[in-house]
């Protein structure tokens, strides 16, 4: 009798994991197909997007003076100046702010920026804005052909003018970070190793543990199109943290309003903050073609010194 119960279960057992599995690999599968449908649908649309932009890296630069206001001066061993036109160079400084916590200092800065994401019409444009400041010390268009940058460098003394310096690449070059909302979704599709479990809020947990023994978590969201509310991937060496905490309305688009991006890197057990960003009220505007083309359309204020091809503008954010 116990052997006949034994084999019984054992039966039940297997059964019921084939449908767990076969429910599961379904899952998989709708979800992959919504993910491609939906993320092409962004793809294909053009839009100006506006937000809030905070930046914080974090440098192992040697720190050379402590300042009482919780700001450290470091050196820079990737920069070098020279005092005079014959005079030595030495590695540049900078003033850094210091974390108390990680014993590291870090810079921060935080900016307006507005883009214009031709998406499918291959064209874009970046602007970035000082807080309270209505002209951009920034600008990258590409018009389909070129790329074109400006950057409007702030004057030491009231007395001079701003300098703008301009120059003209080839082809598309995203030369300096921007956002898009795509970023909101998993990049690459899931397969059967992905284990997927319903939460109470109707959300989806979607976990996976890789064949390099690193780790893959995140929390979906099937009613904003499964966008990815929190996202975390560990190695060995590395752990990256994502949050969309606000979502917002384009159109018939459901899409992020606020996004949350934080990578550390492991050091003997403990995480250290290596980039934290932030895009915060974020707005969008679809655009026609008609619109969107126009809008990437960019002619060089009067004055502008223009660099030669080839030549960097010494401007930072260059990846």
């Known amino acids: 009798m116990l052997k006949k119960l034994i084999v019984i279960l054992s039966v039940f057992i297997v059964l019921n994991i ?13 979800i992959n197909q919504k993910l491609s449908s939906y993320t092409n ?26 300042h009482s206001d919780n700001m450290v001066l470091v050196e820079n061993p990737h920069s070098t100046v020279r005092l005079g036109s014959k005079g030595d160079e030495k590695k540049a400084t900078m003033k850094c702010y210091f974390s108390e916590e990680y014993q590291l200092p870090f810079i921060k800065t935080s900016k307006r920026v507005k883009q214009v994401l031709g998406n499918s019409i291959k064209c874009y ?7 309270g400041e209505a002209e951009p010390y920034l600008v990258e268009a590409f018009d389909g052909t070129k790329t074109k940058v400006l950057r409007v460098m702030t004057p030491v003394s009231e007395e001079q003018n701003k300098k703008k310096l301009g120059q003209i690449l080839q082809g598309p070059k995203y030369m ?16 059967d190793s992905t284990n997927i479990k319903s939460l109470q809020d109707n959300r989806l947990n979607i976990s996976r543990t890789n064949s390099d023994a690193s780790t893959f978590n995140a929390i979906l969201s099937p009613s904003n199109n499964y966008m990815v509310m929190e996202k975390k991937f560990e ?39 290596v980039e934290v960003l932030r895009y915060s009220n974020i707005t969008y505007k679809i655009l026609t073609p008609e619109e969107c083309i126009d809008a990437c359309k960019f002619e060089f204020p009067e004055g502008t010194i223009m660099r030669e091809k080839g030549q960097l503008l010494g401007l930072p954010g260059i990846r």
């Open 18 to 30: 084939g449908i767990y599995s076969q429910d599961n690999t379904m899952k998989i599968s709708e």
């Open 41 to 66: 649908d962004i793809r294909s649309v053009p839009m100006c997007i506006t937000l809030d932009f905070y930046y914080e890296k974090y440098v192992y630069y040697p720190i050379i003076e402590n």
């Open 125 to 131: 444009r970046t602007e970035e804005f000082k807080t």
């Open 176 to 191: 300096f970070r921007r956002f898009h909302p795509r970023k909101a979704w998993l990049k690459d599709s899931l397969d």
């Open 235 to 273: 190695s060995e060496s590395s752990f990256t943290e994502i949050k969309v905490t606000q979502t917002t309305k384009a159109g018939d688009l459901i899409l992020p309003n606020n996004f949350e991006e934080i990578r550390y890197r492991i050091i003997e057990g403990k995480r250290i903050p």
